[in-house]
């Protein structure tokens, strides 16, 4: 018989693995739909969609391993971050999705800001560590223009064998957006793996861009991960990331 693993489990989604069967269930199926879209249209390798049937979405497993986890050392080669880089160009050379971004700039400022003071005022982090990052934030705030994004591409979600890219997961964040958005979720916690991904991109990486989005991710998810009962202070998490640009 085969164990239930529970993957992912919070207040606003689910993801149970049985066998080599991932069960998502979403409270929002516009995410489930975003996902089965993104899939088909994405030209990377992506898992199987094996069925269907609101709220669940059932999709197979992808071979090989995640390049590694958030908080440990990667046990991928250079060689594999630089495929995750080719393969990220791939998405990003793409045509459009058809739906939009989810945030225009201005919205994510707004939302920075109020991230910014609920961490000061609440004692979670030292001002100035949160006015520094804000400041370091403000470069992924200009202009961009959009290309097709994967939009939660961490670590995990992204599978590698012998050196290669074998599927890339979980795309309920799919949409137009910021390449360096998606280069930089890839990197998180891992900077010293950037070098590598950049190498396997190609031109048009913005270092500075990258690093303005590891502190505004940072800063925008630290109060939602605490409050849904992940801890950003583990070792190599987020505020490890917000801390190493003091």
Known sequence: MEKIEVVVAHSERVTLRVGEVF??????QT???????AI?????????????????????????????????PSPASPAAWAAAG??????????????????????LAADLDTECEWLITSGVLPADLVTRNRE???????????????G??????????????????????ASQGDAMYDLAS??????????????????????????GWWSLRSLLNSRWLIENGF????????FDVLRSRM
Not at 88 to 103: E, N, Q, V
Not at 231 to 238: K, R
């Open 231 to 238: 801890d950003p202070n583990s070792p190599g998490c987020e």
């Open 31 to 37: 995410n489930i739909d975003v996902e089965v879209e």
């Open 40 to 72: 088909a249209l994405a030209p990377v390798p992506t898992p199987e969609i094996l069925w269907r049937k609101p709220p669940v979405l059932a999709i197979g497993a992808v071979p090989g391993t995640a390049l590694g986890r958030l908080g440990e």
């Open 136 to 150: 370091i934030a403000e470069a992924a705030l200009r202009p961009w223009t959009p290309v097709f994004t994967h």
């Open 86 to 107: 080719a393969a990220i160009r791939r998405l990003h050379d793409a045509p459009l999705p058809p739906w939009p971004g989810k945030k225009s700039r201005d919205e």
């Open 186 to 211: 890839l990197t998180l916690g891992h900077e010293e793996h950037l070098a590598d991904v950049a190498a396997g991109y190609g031109t048009g990486v913005d270092l500075d861009v990258i690093r």
């Open 152 to 173: 939660d591409l961490q670590i995990t979600h992204v599978f590698v064998e012998d050196d290669q890219v074998t599927g890339i997961i979980d795309w309920s964040e």
């Open 23 to 28: 069960l998502k269930i979403d409270s929002d």
